[in-house]
């Protein structure tokens, strides 16, 4: 008689703290990341996680304010902020949200990383 496996269960859970987690810019996106965000080809993608997850509200006025956006995706319930326009203004955008969560918030932060 075979053996039945025992259950195995994952259990996922938010460790408290504040840091950006990732700070990416896709210079040059397939028109399929575009497609399968719902989004116009507008040019430079940047993406943020964060951490607690509601900042993602603060990043994405931010970095609105920082540079030439637009904000192309916000969900604060996972931390996560799309922005997007022209490389130039993506990269500086992304450079002063971690800035002033770091400086100002008292964040950990990630190196900003480009593909």
Do not use: W
Request: glycine share 6%.
């Amino acid at each position: 008689m075979a053996e039945i496996p025992a259950t195995q269960r994952l259990i996922e859970e938010s460790v408290p703290g504040k840091q950006v987690t990732l700070a990416h810019v896709i210079a040059s996106p397939i028109q399929a990341v575009y497609d399968s965000l719902g989004i116009d080809n507008v040019g430079a993608i940047g993406i943020l996680t964060l951490s607690p997850y509601e900042t993602a509200m603060i990043a994405a006025d931010l970095a609105a304010k920082a540079a030439d956006v637009t904000v192309g995706f916000l969900d604060r319930f996972t931390g996560s902020v799309v922005v997007l326009g022209d490389v130039q203004s993506v990269t500086e955008a992304l450079t002063k949200v971690c800035q002033i969560l770091h400086d100002d918030l008292g964040f950990d932060v990630c190196e900003i990383t480009r593909t």
